[in-house]
Protein backbone atom coordinates (compact mmCIF):
# COMPACT_ATOMS: atom_id res chain seq x y z
CA UNK A 1 0.00 0.00 0.00
CA UNK A 2 2.87 2.58 1.00
CA UNK A 3 4.72 1.36 -2.64
CA UNK A 4 1.54 2.00 -4.04
CA UNK A 5 1.15 5.54 -2.56
CA UNK A 6 4.88 6.76 -3.47
CA UNK A 7 4.07 5.33 -6.98
CA UNK A 8 0.86 7.64 -7.14
CA UNK A 9 2.85 11.05 -5.52
CA UNK A 10 5.76 10.72 -7.87
CA UNK A 11 3.43 10.16 -11.03
CA UNK A 12 1.45 13.18 -10.10
CA UNK A 13 4.41 15.48 -9.55
CA UNK A 14 5.92 14.38 -12.52
CA UNK A 15 2.74 15.26 -13.97
CA UNK A 16 2.05 18.61 -12.52
CA UNK A 17 5.55 19.30 -13.74
CA UNK A 18 4.91 18.69 -17.27
CA UNK A 19 2.12 21.30 -16.88
CA UNK A 20 3.77 23.84 -15.18
CA UNK A 21 5.38 27.12 -17.04
CA UNK A 22 9.37 26.91 -17.53
CA UNK A 23 11.56 28.28 -19.64
CA UNK A 24 13.25 27.50 -23.23
CA UNK A 25 16.75 27.51 -23.73
CA UNK A 26 18.07 29.81 -26.39
CA UNK A 27 21.50 29.74 -28.35
CA UNK A 28 22.72 32.74 -28.98
CA UNK A 29 26.45 32.46 -30.13
CA UNK A 30 29.82 33.28 -29.08
CA UNK A 31 30.40 36.76 -27.32
CA UNK A 32 33.95 38.64 -26.39
CA UNK A 33 34.31 41.57 -23.84
CA UNK A 34 37.10 43.67 -24.14
CA UNK A 35 39.30 44.83 -21.44
CA UNK A 36 39.65 48.77 -21.09
CA UNK A 37 43.00 50.50 -21.95
CA UNK A 38 44.79 51.35 -19.43
CA UNK A 39 46.32 54.68 -20.84
CA UNK A 40 44.51 57.56 -22.87
CA UNK A 41 43.02 56.01 -25.65
CA UNK A 42 39.33 55.70 -26.46
CA UNK A 43 37.53 52.48 -26.68
CA UNK A 44 36.61 51.05 -29.87
CA UNK A 45 38.30 49.97 -33.17
CA UNK A 46 41.69 50.68 -33.19
CA UNK A 47 44.67 49.98 -35.59
CA UNK A 48 48.49 49.79 -35.08
CA UNK A 49 51.54 49.62 -37.00
CA UNK A 50 54.67 47.68 -36.15
CA UNK A 51 58.09 49.83 -36.35
CA UNK A 52 61.22 48.70 -36.18
CA UNK A 53 64.28 51.31 -35.38
CA UNK A 54 61.68 53.89 -36.72
CA UNK A 55 60.43 52.36 -39.60
CA UNK A 56 57.36 50.19 -40.94
CA UNK A 57 58.48 46.24 -40.37
CA UNK A 58 57.87 43.94 -42.92
CA UNK A 59 56.68 40.56 -42.79
CA UNK A 60 59.39 38.44 -42.12
CA UNK A 61 61.22 40.22 -39.81
CA UNK A 62 61.66 39.32 -36.09
CA UNK A 63 59.39 42.51 -34.98
CA UNK A 64 56.63 41.97 -37.62
CA UNK A 65 55.97 38.34 -37.23
CA UNK A 66 56.21 38.26 -33.45
CA UNK A 67 54.32 41.72 -32.56
CA UNK A 68 50.70 40.58 -31.98
CA UNK A 69 48.60 42.66 -29.65
CA UNK A 70 45.22 42.88 -31.24
CA UNK A 71 42.21 41.62 -30.63
CA UNK A 72 39.36 41.42 -33.30
CA UNK A 73 38.89 45.34 -32.35
CA UNK A 74 42.35 46.04 -33.02
CA UNK A 75 43.77 45.56 -36.37
CA UNK A 76 47.49 45.41 -37.55
CA UNK A 77 48.29 47.49 -40.87
CA UNK A 78 51.73 47.51 -42.56
CA UNK A 79 52.07 50.80 -43.20
CA UNK A 80 51.82 53.98 -40.99
CA UNK A 81 49.15 56.04 -42.68
CA UNK A 82 45.52 55.72 -40.64
CA UNK A 83 46.92 53.78 -37.99
CA UNK A 84 46.12 54.75 -34.50
CA UNK A 85 49.08 53.52 -32.53
CA UNK A 86 53.14 53.28 -33.37
CA UNK A 87 54.52 49.99 -31.81
CA UNK A 88 58.41 50.46 -32.37
CA UNK A 89 61.30 47.81 -31.38
CA UNK A 90 64.45 49.25 -31.34
CA UNK A 91 68.41 48.14 -30.42
CA UNK A 92 67.54 44.61 -30.13
CA UNK A 93 70.39 42.85 -29.15
CA UNK A 94 71.26 39.20 -28.94
CA UNK A 95 74.73 38.40 -27.45
CA UNK A 96 74.93 34.53 -26.92
CA UNK A 97 79.19 33.98 -25.85
CA UNK A 98 80.02 30.25 -26.13
CA UNK A 99 83.18 29.05 -23.86
CA UNK A 100 84.27 25.72 -23.30
CA UNK A 101 86.39 24.23 -20.39
CA UNK A 102 88.51 21.17 -21.06
CA UNK A 103 88.28 18.57 -17.99
CA UNK A 104 92.03 17.74 -16.84
CA UNK A 105 92.25 16.40 -12.87
CA UNK A 106 94.99 18.03 -12.36
CA UNK A 107 93.35 21.25 -11.73
CA UNK A 108 90.74 21.89 -9.72
CA UNK A 109 89.39 24.69 -11.83
CA UNK A 110 88.01 22.61 -14.12
CA UNK A 111 85.26 21.63 -12.00
CA UNK A 112 84.55 24.90 -10.51
CA UNK A 113 81.31 25.50 -12.15
CA UNK A 114 79.98 22.04 -12.49
CA UNK A 115 79.27 20.52 -8.88
CA UNK A 116 75.75 21.33 -9.10
CA UNK A 117 75.67 18.74 -11.86
CA UNK A 118 78.74 16.83 -12.80
CA UNK A 119 77.87 15.64 -16.48
CA UNK A 120 76.34 12.99 -18.76
CA UNK A 121 79.76 11.54 -18.61
CA UNK A 122 82.40 10.66 -15.48
CA UNK A 123 84.71 13.01 -16.93
CA UNK A 124 88.24 12.31 -17.78
CA UNK A 125 90.74 14.15 -19.28
CA UNK A 126 90.09 15.50 -22.61
CA UNK A 127 85.92 16.25 -21.91
CA UNK A 128 84.88 19.30 -22.71
CA UNK A 129 82.06 21.39 -21.02
CA UNK A 130 80.79 24.25 -22.66
CA UNK A 131 78.98 27.65 -20.98
CA UNK A 132 76.52 29.90 -22.69
CA UNK A 133 75.57 33.68 -21.20
CA UNK A 134 72.75 34.50 -23.39
CA UNK A 135 71.36 38.13 -23.32
CA UNK A 136 68.84 39.23 -24.83
CA UNK A 137 67.04 42.95 -24.77
CA UNK A 138 65.25 45.52 -26.81
CA UNK A 139 63.97 48.72 -26.08
CA UNK A 140 59.64 49.50 -27.18
CA UNK A 141 57.57 52.30 -26.90
CA UNK A 142 54.09 52.75 -27.83
CA UNK A 143 53.20 56.06 -29.42
CA UNK A 144 49.57 58.24 -30.43
CA UNK A 145 49.40 59.56 -33.83
CA UNK A 146 50.14 62.94 -32.78
CA UNK A 147 53.10 62.04 -31.60
CA UNK A 148 52.43 60.98 -27.79
CA UNK A 149 54.24 58.53 -26.05
CA UNK A 150 52.14 56.13 -24.09
CA UNK A 151 54.60 53.50 -23.33
CA UNK A 152 58.36 52.87 -23.12
CA UNK A 153 60.42 50.37 -21.56
CA UNK A 154 63.44 48.66 -21.61
CA UNK A 155 62.78 44.37 -21.85
CA UNK A 156 65.50 42.00 -21.10
CA UNK A 157 66.24 38.74 -19.82
CA UNK A 158 69.63 36.45 -19.32
CA UNK A 159 70.28 33.00 -19.24
CA UNK A 160 72.80 30.93 -17.94
CA UNK A 161 73.55 26.96 -19.63
CA UNK A 162 75.73 24.27 -18.97
CA UNK A 163 76.16 21.78 -20.88
CA UNK A 164 78.05 19.27 -18.37
CA UNK A 165 80.82 16.91 -19.80
CA UNK A 166 81.01 15.58 -22.85
CA UNK A 167 83.42 13.38 -24.93
CA UNK A 168 83.57 15.83 -27.69
CA UNK A 169 83.73 19.52 -27.60
CA UNK A 170 81.13 19.65 -30.60
CA UNK A 171 78.52 17.78 -28.70
CA UNK A 172 79.35 19.60 -25.64
CA UNK A 173 78.43 23.57 -27.88
CA UNK A 174 75.54 21.38 -29.60
CA UNK A 175 73.88 20.28 -25.68
CA UNK A 176 73.71 23.95 -24.86
CA UNK A 177 72.68 25.38 -27.91
CA UNK A 178 69.47 23.23 -27.93
CA UNK A 179 69.41 23.76 -24.01
CA UNK A 180 68.56 27.22 -25.27
CA UNK A 181 67.03 27.20 -28.29
CA UNK A 182 63.95 28.24 -26.81
CA UNK A 183 64.77 31.65 -25.39
CA UNK A 184 65.06 33.70 -28.62
CA UNK A 185 64.15 37.12 -29.11
CA UNK A 186 61.12 36.11 -30.86
CA UNK A 187 59.99 34.46 -27.68
CA UNK A 188 60.62 37.64 -25.89
CA UNK A 189 58.72 39.98 -28.58
CA UNK A 190 55.96 37.50 -27.98
CA UNK A 191 56.08 37.30 -24.05
CA UNK A 192 55.54 41.59 -23.87
CA UNK A 193 52.88 41.35 -26.14
CA UNK A 194 49.69 40.47 -23.53
CA UNK A 195 51.24 43.70 -21.47
CA UNK A 196 50.92 46.35 -24.77
CA UNK A 197 47.18 44.08 -24.95
CA UNK A 198 46.25 45.09 -21.87
CA UNK A 199 47.83 48.91 -22.07
CA UNK A 200 45.47 49.59 -24.67
CA UNK A 201 42.77 47.35 -24.19
CA UNK A 202 43.10 44.55 -26.58
CA UNK A 203 42.96 41.88 -24.05
CA UNK A 204 39.62 40.65 -23.20
CA UNK A 205 37.18 40.85 -19.96
CA UNK A 206 35.30 37.67 -21.17
CA UNK A 207 36.38 35.32 -24.02
CA UNK A 208 34.52 33.50 -26.90
CA UNK A 209 31.84 32.71 -24.68
CA UNK A 210 28.78 30.79 -25.76
CA UNK A 211 25.77 33.08 -24.15
CA UNK A 212 22.19 31.99 -24.16
CA UNK A 213 18.99 33.80 -23.63
CA UNK A 214 15.90 32.35 -22.18
CA UNK A 215 11.59 32.27 -23.70
CA UNK A 216 8.98 31.48 -21.60
CA UNK A 217 7.24 28.28 -22.04
CA UNK A 218 3.97 28.26 -21.44
CA UNK A 219 1.84 24.88 -20.00
CA UNK A 220 1.47 21.84 -21.96
CA UNK A 221 -2.07 22.12 -23.53
CA UNK A 222 -2.71 26.19 -22.77
CA UNK A 223 -2.79 28.98 -24.89
CA UNK A 224 0.21 30.63 -24.80
CA UNK A 225 0.49 34.46 -22.60
CA UNK A 226 3.72 34.64 -23.08
CA UNK A 227 3.80 36.80 -26.63
CA UNK A 228 5.46 39.75 -25.52
CA UNK A 229 8.22 38.29 -23.31
CA UNK A 230 8.90 35.97 -26.23
CA UNK A 231 8.58 39.00 -28.68
CA UNK A 232 10.98 40.69 -26.72
CA UNK A 233 13.44 38.27 -26.60
CA UNK A 234 13.44 37.76 -30.52
CA UNK A 235 14.69 41.52 -30.16
CA UNK A 236 17.19 40.59 -27.89
CA UNK A 237 18.83 38.04 -30.15
CA UNK A 238 18.13 39.90 -32.99
CA UNK A 239 20.40 42.79 -31.47
CA UNK A 240 23.10 40.74 -30.01
CA UNK A 241 24.05 39.88 -33.52
CA UNK A 242 25.62 43.39 -33.78
CA UNK A 243 26.99 42.94 -30.81
CA UNK A 244 29.10 40.44 -32.07
CA UNK A 245 30.15 42.19 -34.94
CA UNK A 246 31.26 45.15 -33.22
CA UNK A 247 30.72 45.13 -29.36
CA UNK A 248 30.86 49.06 -29.36
CA UNK A 249 27.64 49.32 -31.44
CA UNK A 250 25.64 50.21 -28.13
CA UNK A 251 23.54 52.71 -29.58
CA UNK A 252 22.20 50.72 -32.51
CA UNK A 253 22.32 47.93 -29.99
CA UNK A 254 19.44 50.03 -27.53
CA UNK A 255 17.27 51.14 -30.41
CA UNK A 256 16.68 47.28 -31.58
CA UNK A 257 15.48 46.45 -27.76
CA UNK A 258 13.38 49.42 -27.19
CA UNK A 259 10.91 48.38 -24.88
CA UNK A 260 12.35 45.01 -23.65
CA UNK A 261 13.48 45.97 -20.07
CA UNK A 262 10.08 47.59 -19.11
CA UNK A 263 8.21 44.70 -20.24
CA UNK A 264 10.76 41.98 -18.63
CA UNK A 265 10.69 44.42 -15.72
CA UNK A 266 6.77 44.33 -15.65
CA UNK A 267 6.43 40.74 -15.69
CA UNK A 268 8.93 40.58 -13.03
CA UNK A 269 6.88 42.90 -10.24
CA UNK A 270 3.73 39.62 -10.93
CA UNK A 271 6.32 36.51 -10.01
CA UNK A 272 5.32 34.32 -7.18
CA UNK A 273 8.49 32.34 -6.67
CA UNK A 274 6.72 29.85 -4.23
CA UNK A 275 4.23 28.32 -6.67
CA UNK A 276 5.09 26.33 -9.71
CA UNK A 277 1.59 26.54 -11.48
CA UNK A 278 1.85 30.46 -11.27
CA UNK A 279 2.32 32.69 -15.09
CA UNK A 280 5.65 34.02 -13.54
CA UNK A 281 6.98 30.93 -11.46
CA UNK A 282 10.89 30.62 -10.11
CA UNK A 283 12.14 28.98 -13.59
CA UNK A 284 10.12 32.05 -15.66
CA UNK A 285 11.43 34.80 -12.92
CA UNK A 286 14.93 33.42 -13.48
CA UNK A 287 14.84 33.33 -17.05
CA UNK A 288 13.42 37.19 -16.89
CA UNK A 289 16.51 38.04 -15.18
CA UNK A 290 18.77 36.77 -16.70
CA UNK A 291 17.72 38.07 -19.71
CA UNK A 292 17.78 41.44 -18.10
CA UNK A 293 21.10 40.65 -17.07
CA UNK A 294 22.48 40.23 -20.28
CA UNK A 295 20.48 43.07 -21.72
CA UNK A 296 23.10 45.45 -19.64
CA UNK A 297 26.24 43.18 -19.96
CA UNK A 298 25.70 44.25 -24.06
CA UNK A 299 25.53 47.86 -23.20
CA UNK A 300 28.68 47.69 -20.56
CA UNK A 301 26.40 48.16 -17.22
CA UNK A 302 28.19 45.85 -15.56
CA UNK A 303 27.22 46.66 -12.20
CA UNK A 304 23.80 46.22 -13.26
CA UNK A 305 23.59 43.59 -14.75
CA UNK A 306 25.49 41.91 -11.66
CA UNK A 307 22.56 42.46 -9.68
CA UNK A 308 19.95 40.49 -12.32
CA UNK A 309 22.44 37.82 -12.40
CA UNK A 310 23.00 37.53 -8.62
CA UNK A 311 19.05 37.57 -8.48
CA UNK A 312 19.28 34.33 -10.50
CA UNK A 313 21.79 32.67 -8.64
CA UNK A 314 19.65 33.22 -5.05
CA UNK A 315 16.89 31.26 -6.79
CA UNK A 316 18.84 28.55 -8.76
CA UNK A 317 22.70 28.43 -8.74
CA UNK A 318 22.13 26.03 -11.86
CA UNK A 319 20.64 28.57 -14.12
CA UNK A 320 22.95 29.24 -17.04
CA UNK A 321 26.08 30.90 -16.52
CA UNK A 322 24.54 33.74 -14.20
CA UNK A 323 26.88 32.07 -11.08
CA UNK A 324 30.30 33.47 -13.49
CA UNK A 325 28.42 36.85 -14.45
CA UNK A 326 27.25 37.44 -10.86
CA UNK A 327 31.42 36.62 -9.89
CA UNK A 328 32.36 38.48 -12.70
CA UNK A 329 30.14 41.75 -13.59
CA UNK A 330 31.41 43.83 -10.43
CA UNK A 331 35.02 43.44 -11.35
CA UNK A 332 34.52 44.10 -14.75
CA UNK A 333 32.38 47.08 -13.50
CA UNK A 334 35.94 48.51 -11.18
CA UNK A 335 37.69 48.06 -14.33
CA UNK A 336 35.51 50.63 -16.20
CA UNK A 337 35.44 52.61 -13.39
CA UNK A 338 39.34 53.06 -13.06
CA UNK A 339 39.26 53.79 -17.21
CA UNK A 340 36.79 56.63 -16.75
CA UNK A 341 38.36 58.28 -13.57
CA UNK A 342 41.54 58.08 -15.89
CA UNK A 343 39.92 60.02 -18.75
CA UNK A 344 38.32 62.38 -16.67
CA UNK A 345 41.65 63.86 -15.44
Known amino acids: MIKKLLMCAAVAAVSFSALAQGTDRQKMGVFVASSYPQVKLPIGPKSYVVLQDGEPARSGSVAYDNVSIGNKTVTKLLNKEGADLFLNISNMRDNAPIDVERYDPRYKSSRLHLTAKEGLHRPRPGYACAFMSLELSYYVTLSKNDGTVLYENFVSETGEYNSSWWPTEAGAVDSVQRASHKQTMAALISKNNAAIAQLIGASYLMNSRGIHCYKAEPKRKQPDTYGEINEAVDKLMKAAELIKLNEYDIESFKELTEGCVDIW ?41 GKYFKEVVMADKRFGDAKFFAENCDKWQLAKDAYERMMAK
Open 265 to 305: EKELKTKNMNDKSARINAEIACGLNYNLGLYHLFIKEYKKA
